[in-house]
């Protein structure tokens, strides 16, 4: 029995969608065939990572200087020019298992500014993989191994696509409501337009919403994109019944100040020098009062000051700053030393 091109209702008449080859399934809001949606999808994602400020879009491997059936993933990571994105729509004739993840889907390969960290995504009907390549995971170059993280594949969470699926209403929406209907181990990805979403709890008008929600820890992962740039946010449902701490951190555009702790995950008065390192964002300054009643005291050149720790993505320096009336001390982490051999230590530039 032949279904192509056949739309399934179930017992209450409406349309059902089976899991099968693309052209067989309608977009929801389309009713397109996905096939066809797909390849309006991989056209409007190119052309909004070209809107992006001073952002350089590649769409072949001999764009950025590659043979296309010789690449490798540390070639991809080491040609992709900085500040600049590779989008590629991989079809099934040359099949790298060992580079690609599937036969056929658009790889997305994203490197900012000198950085260290390359991050890949590759996208079908069937999948949804990211990876990262940091070349500083190693100090040695020859390492691809060390330096490789490996495709995981976000599909293994449930994925919806509208709040409608989660028994919401798009328009009417709260951040909180979103919260607590999006179901444990899932992400909800869907476009807010003029038409489509409460635009007032969002940074901007239109963009891509991102929300993840993947373990028992109560905390959420908000991301909202669109050509202008980024933004993110996190809800942590621990803060709920403490009145000390808002559940809700707020929408922070990537490159953006933080000023708690609770902010980046971290318990404050527990902090490491290393734990601070870690969670800090890329692009993102830290910056505080540590106090007798805040922070960990023992970490700091003083029970109280002003720390204030910036993470750049150019390097995997880290600096940090303490300020006081009878102090300026300096400190830097560094990820590409040995371990034991990375946090410089505090130095009082004023010599008291």
Do not use: C
């Amino acid at each position: 029995m032949d279904f192509i091109k056949t739309l399934l209702k179930n017992h209450k008449e409406k349309t059902i969608y089976p899991q099968t080859s693309l052209d067989q399934v309608i977009d929801k809001r389309t009713g397109k065939p996905l096939d066809t949606s797909y390849y309006e999808l991989h056209e409007k994602t190119i052309l909004a990572y070209e809107n992006s400020k001073n952002n350089k879009v590649y769409t072949s491997m001999e764009d950025i200087g590659i043979e296309y059936g010789n690449e490798t993933i540390k070639d991809i990571a080491y040609n992709l020019p900085a500040n600049s994105t590779l989008i590629f729509h991989k079809k099934g004739a040359h099949v790298s298992p060992e580079v690609y993840p599937g036969r056929a889907g658009i790889l997305t390969v994203e490197k900012a500014d000198n950085a260290t960290r390359v991050s890949f995504k590759f996208e079908s009907s069937v999948m949804y993989q990211v990876g990262f390549f940091d070349f500083l995971n190693t100090s040695d170059p020859n390492n691809t191994e060390a330096m490789w993280s490996g495709w995981t594949n976000l599909l293994s969470l449930k994925s919806f696509t509208t709040f409608e699926e989660i028994g919401l209403t798009g328009g009417s929406e709260t951040i909180k409501d979103i919260v607590e209907k999006i179901p444990l181990n899932s992400i909800l990805q869907t476009l807010i337009i003029s038409s489509y979403g409460n635009r007032e709890i969002y940074p901007t008008n239109a963009g891509i919403l991102t929300v993840k929600k993947s373990s028992h820890n109560g905390r959420v992962f908000f991301m909202f994109e669109n050509e202008l740039g980024g933004y993110f946010g996190y809800y942590n449902s621990y803060y709920d019944n403490n009145p000390k701490y808002n559940s809700w951190s707020g929408w922070r555009s990537y490159g953006s100040t933080i000023e708690s702790f609770e902010e980046m995950g971290i318990i404050e008065g527990s902090e490491t020098i290393e734990e601070i390192v870690s969670k800090l964002p890329i692009q993102t300054t830290l910056q505080l009062n540590i106090l007798s009643n805040y922070g960990n005291s023992e970490i700091y050149p003083s029970h109280s000051g002003l720390l204030t720790v910036k993470k750049y993505q150019h390097s995997g320096r880290v600096s940090f700053l303490f300020e006081r009336e009878d102090g300026y001390y300096v400190g830097y982490y560094n990820n590409s030393y040995e371990e034991g051999e990375r946090w410089s230590g505090w130095k009082n530039l004023m010599g008291v």
